[in-house]
């Protein structure tokens, strides 16, 4: 048979069946900015979803799944939101807190535990599932935690 006489698929039909993006087991923990930032991507979600209806559906197929997925996706997370205040003068590492660690090999690393979808490393942000986080969770000044095969002590906690 000739190529001619075979529909392959477009990019666009191929976009238009986009997964939905993965919503995790754990619950959704969120600081005060992780819920503002949350309401905000769920507003941006929103407007997308309008602005793809007001379009050419057909013609852009892409936009109005991309747009139909983050609308659930946000939607979700912001129902499922767990708002957690952050303690005024923190004894120990918990959820919200800043924490600063002195690593065996010298290297002093800071960082605030915080929920999944606010997380992000490069920024000193890293989400209260995450390994790190785990081991120092519940630890006080002074503690010592074992992360990746080696110890970090808790020098500071804000």
Do not use: W
């Not at 005060?32 to 057909?58: I, P, W």
């Not at 600063?100 to 290297?107: F, I, K, N």
């Amino acid at each position: 048979m000739s190529v001619a006489f075979t529909r392959e698929n477009d990019l666009e039909a191929t976009a238009a069946d986009l997964p939905d993006r993965p919503i995790s087991p754990h619950p959704n923990l969120v600081t005060a900015s992780g819920l503002a930032a949350l309401d905000v991507a769920l507003a941006e979600a929103r407007a997308a979803y309008a602005e793809a209806q007001t379009g050419d559906v057909q013609a852009d197929r892409t936009a109005m799944a991309r747009a139909t997925r983050d609308l659930r996706y946000y939607g979700a997370r912001r129902a499922s939101a767990q708002l957690i205040e952050t303690p005024p003068c923190p004894e120990t590492v918990q959820f919200g807190t800043t924490v600063t660690l002195d690593r065996e090999d010298g290297r002093r690393q800071t960082f605030r535990i915080v929920g999944e979808d606010e997380a992000d490393p490069a920024k000193g942000s890293v989400s209260y599932v995450s390994p790190l986080a785990a081991a120092v969770m519940g630890k006080a000044v002074g503690d010592v935690a074992m992360v990746a095969g080696r110890d970090v002590e808790v020098i500071a906690i804000a």
